[in-house]
T-cell receptor, first 114, second 114 residues
Framework: DAGITQSPRHKVTETGTPVTLRCHQT?????MYWYRQDPGHGLRLIHY???????DKGEVSDGYSVSRSKTEDFLLTLESATSSQTSVYFC?????????????FGPGTRLTVL | DQQVKQNSPSLSVQEGRISILNCDYT??????FLWYKKYPAEGPTFLIS???IKDKNEDGRFTVFLNKSAKHLSLHIVPSQPGDSAVYFC?????????????WGLGTSLAVNP
């Protein structure tokens, strides 16, 4: 399994505050993803990156921004957190070396916005 | 519009028996299918996959069957073990511009009873 860590693992914040979640990988995978998981919605893609400084939007990108200044780090920022962004956030990576589409997931960050 | 559907939110089986998890899809352009397993408070982990050019792939106790004409795939676990109790996600992959897009089902919670 790819070495993927997420920090923090749990966070409680207030509406309107900025929040940054970090994903760190040690496998030198080119592709990185941010998902959110909510009951009744499964996994939904927020943003993804296909290289350093190369990012694109997913299906639920409103209210989120991302940055990737190094291969190993992918940051997800909520500029002004809202209660609707209470969720579990997963980071994933994909080597995309072989045509397998296999993604490797981090342990998740549980975010509560009060 | 749910392109990947797991119509059974939950499934309960006895240890040693077969578990069959089902997944239906609507997009005929999907060319790769994957199953992931997720334990509570952990990220999803890759379990098994199948290319659209095949109809069966087997890995130990896990077998995935693909019926393209019916747009249906299933995951068989034989024999089922208590450690298999988890949420199982079906995912399908398709070309999206110059990237690949992974579409997720909502998951099926499997309980294997001793």
């Amino acid at each position: 399994d790819a070495g993927i860590t997420q920090s923090p693992r749990h966070k409680v914040t207030e509406t309107g505050t900025p929040v940054t979640l970090r994903c760190h990988q040690t496998e030198n995978h080119r592709y990185m993803y941010w998902y959110r998981q909510d009951p009744g919605h499964g996994l939904r893609l927020i943003h993804y990156s296909y290289g350093v400084k190369d990012t694109d939007k997913g299906e639920v990108s409103d209210g989120y921004s991302v940055s990737r200044s190094k291969t190993e780090d992918f940051l997800l920022t909520l500029e002004s957190a809202t209660s609707s962004q209470t969720s579990v956030y997963f980071c994933a990576t994909d080597a995309r070396g072989a045509y397998t589409d296999t993604q490797y997931f981090g342990p998740g960050t549980r975010l509560t916005v009060l | 519009d749910q392109q990947v559907k797991q119509n059974s939110p939950s499934l309960s089986v006895q240890e040693g028996r077969i578990s069959i998890l089902n997944c239906d899809y609507t997009n005929s352009m999907f060319d790769y299918f994957l199953w992931y397993k997720k334990y509570p408070a952990e990220g999803p982990t890759f379990l098994i996959s199948i290319s659209s050019i095949k109809d069966k792939n087997e890995d130990g106790r896990f077998t995935v069957f693909l019926n393209k004409s019916a747009k249906h795939l299933s995951l068989h676990i034989v024999p089922s073990q208590p450690g298999d109790s988890a949420v199982y996600f079906c995912a399908a992959s398709v070309n999206a511009g110059n990237n690949r897009k992974l579409i997720w089902g909502l998951g099926t919670s499997l309980a294997v009873n001793p």
